[in-house]
């Protein structure tokens, strides 16, 4: 171990002969957090062999490929760098684990959907997976990473499995977890504010957390790389997720009140931003946060707190989602009430229906919840998005909200996905703007206001586009967190 990495390589140095490398990684799954983070690892230490293995061909035929199966800016130059040099994609799981050094996990740990402490606790099942095929397919001591986002204490029973294999061998069980943001994660990995380390606090547990570190160190500062004991690890990560999303229901919150009393929410983010104590990040109004990380993160911290009978930290907690959860309803009411109470029929575009902008993940996406309300009162809808895939759309649609062809008929039909966003405003007797992406404010909405049905409608959702210069052109417009100047005489 002990990498010692050179940022800039000559082009011919790379084999895959073993002897060649400092150490070698194999992180079992190939999704948002696996190939981002490992491509950066390669990328920063080519003295390091690092290869992402997944049980899904297809998901590794697409990594070998010009069209990688995630959309992440800056991504797909890191991948062409290093792939075939010292970043490898594989299924050859059993290899890849046996020949590493260290091995990381990071697998998918859903919310559970049935049984114990269903619609709340992690399903760690994929972890414990994980662990028992590396027991069983090693020859050699390794170090194992928990790079999934788990409930504290789960490298317990990963070291349980772990512990029992028949061959005698020793494994180290390290939690370090990510810090990623969907659209800025090359960013994020390039320049961490922190890596975080959890380590048991025994000689091998920290000799093991130091060749973790030595790996990072050939890049982040190592004052920016901090070493705890394994369950503070695993329990920062759901708490740092929980403060982010507790910073949008809360600022959410405020923004029901400013439509109310004619205050305005960007005024009042702005004045609280300026207090040090606050800070201004996370404090913009919308119609609520979405992603596969707060929800879950959040539930399954209700969860941790319900188990160890901290049940007023539970109900705390329990109040972001709720609060999340009564935004995205506010918005697809205000929706249909602005529409002289109904939506039957009309035709709705919808501009974004990625989480956030940078990104075509619909995990949890507001935008779905808002196109199922807007379904259930008939509406004909359709939905522009510079790169989410109607695929991805109904799979979200059926997993988290129930909604598919077999019980919705004629879904197919009442969703329209389109490929230009005039398109998906032509004739529209409304607009909503659910996701961020900067393109969107820079349309020609003259052109927009002239095709649609009036009186035209604009529901900002994410408060991005001019309402001064729209209400100019025409619209009515009705954005979260600003009072609509038609019922206030005084703002």
């Not at 090359?186 to 093991?208: F, N, S, Y």
């Not at 973790?212 to 500062?221: G, K």
């Not at 160890?308 to 205000?334: H, P, T």
Request: glycine share 6%; aromatic share 8%.
């Amino acid at each position: 171990f002990g990498a010692t990495c050179t940022p800039s390589p000559p082009s011919n140095r790379y084999t895959t002969m073993s002897d060649e490398w400092d150490v070698k990684i194999c992180c079992m799954g190939a999704g948002y957090v696996g190939g981002p983070t490992m491509a950066v690892i390669a990328k920063q230490c080519p003295k390091v062999r690092v290869c992402v293995v997944d049980l899904s061909q297809k998901q590794i035929d697409a990594w070998n490929s010009d069209n990688l199966p995630i959309y992440e800016p800056g991504l797909p130059e890191v991948v062409q760098k290093c792939r075939g040099r010292n970043l490898f994609f594989s299924t050859d799981i059993d290899n890849e684990i046996n020949k590493a050094d260290i091995v990381f996990i990071s697998v998918n740990t859903p919310t559970k959907t049935q049984g114990i402490g269903a619609g709340r606790a992690a399903n760690i099942k994929n972890c414990e997976l994980c662990a028992r095929k590396i027991a069983e397919v090693s020859t050699s001591d390794k170090i194992v990473v928990e790079k999934s986002t788990v409930p504290v204490r789960t490298a317990e029973a990963v070291s349980r499995v772990l512990k029992v294999n028949e061959k005698g061998l020793k494994f180290q069980v390290l939690s370090n977890p990510e810090f990623l943001a969907e659209g800025t994660a090359i960013d994020d990995l390039m320049k961490p504010d922190r890596v975080l380390i959890g380590g048991q606090q025994t000689p091998e547990g920290l000799a093991a957390a130091e060749k973790l570190v030595s790996v990072y160190a050939n890049w982040v500062d190592r004052d920016n790389i901090l070493t705890t004991n394994l369950w503070s690890s695993e329990l920062s990560k759901l708490v740092a997720n929980a403060f982010l999303a507790q910073r949008v229901s809360s600022i959410n919150s405020i923004s029901a009140l400013c439509e109310a009393t004619g205050a305005d929410v960007s005024e009042i983010s702005r004045a609280v931003g300026k207090d040090d104590r606050i800070g201004r990040r996370f404090l913009q109004a919308s119609v609520g946060f979405g992603g596969s990380c707060f929800q879950k993160d959040i539930l399954n911290l209700v969860y941790l707190c319900e188990t160890y009978g901290l049940d007023e930290c539970a109900a705390y907690w329990n109040q972001v989602i709720l609060m999340n959860n009564y935004q995205k309803k506010r918005f697809s009411e205000k929706m249909v009430a602005k529409m002289f109470n109904t939506a039957t029929g009309k035709k709705v575009a919808i501009l974004g229906y990625a989480f956030k902008k940078d990104t075509g993940d619909v995990r949890e996406t507001p935008s779905m919840f808002v196109v199922r309300d807007l379904l259930q009162e008939g509406a004909k809808i359709h939905v522009f998005d510079p790169q989410v895939k109607r695929e991805d759309m109904w799979i979200e649609m059926d997993y988290t909200c129930g909604v598919n062809k077999d019980n919705t008929p004629g879904l197919e039909d009442a969703v329209t996905t389109c490929t230009d966003p005039y398109e998906a405003c032509n004739g529209a007797h409304a607009l909503a703007v659910l996701t961020e992406w900067d393109e969107f404010k820079a349309y020609d909405y003259e052109k927009i206001y002239a095709s649609m049905s009036k009186p035209a409608f604009i529901f900002d959702g994410r408060n991005i586009l001019d309402h001064d210069a729209l209400r100019k052109i025409g619209f009515e417009v009705h954005a979260i967190g600003h009072p609509d100047p038609n019922e206030f005489d005084d703002l």
